[in-house]
């Protein structure tokens, strides 16, 4: 699986929006995800150096939802 600089930018967007959209604050984002708010900050800016389950706790937390599709065609 290949997650590309433009997919890892458009997921830091989309986590600052939804974030934001809901009137949370980093610190809150990160009490109701169960993450910390250093980590809000890194997932907002550079997503591509955190783990992933970190990453699918915010996004659930968000209640958001993440959907991993193969990229390679098939016969």
């Not at 706790?57 to 991993?68: A, F, K, Q």
């Amino acid at each position: 699986m290949r997650i590309d600089t433009h997919t890892q930018s458009e997921l830091a967007t989309m986590l600052t929006q939804e974030r934001k959209r809901q009137k949370l604050s980093r610190s809150q984002a990160a009490a109701v995800c169960d993450v910390s708010p250093s980590f809000i900050r890194d997932a907002e800016t550079h997503p591509e150096r955190c783990s992933l389950g970190k990453l699918a706790l915010l996004i659930n937390g968000l209640g958001l939802t993440m959907l991993i599709t193969d990229s390679k065609p098939r016969p």
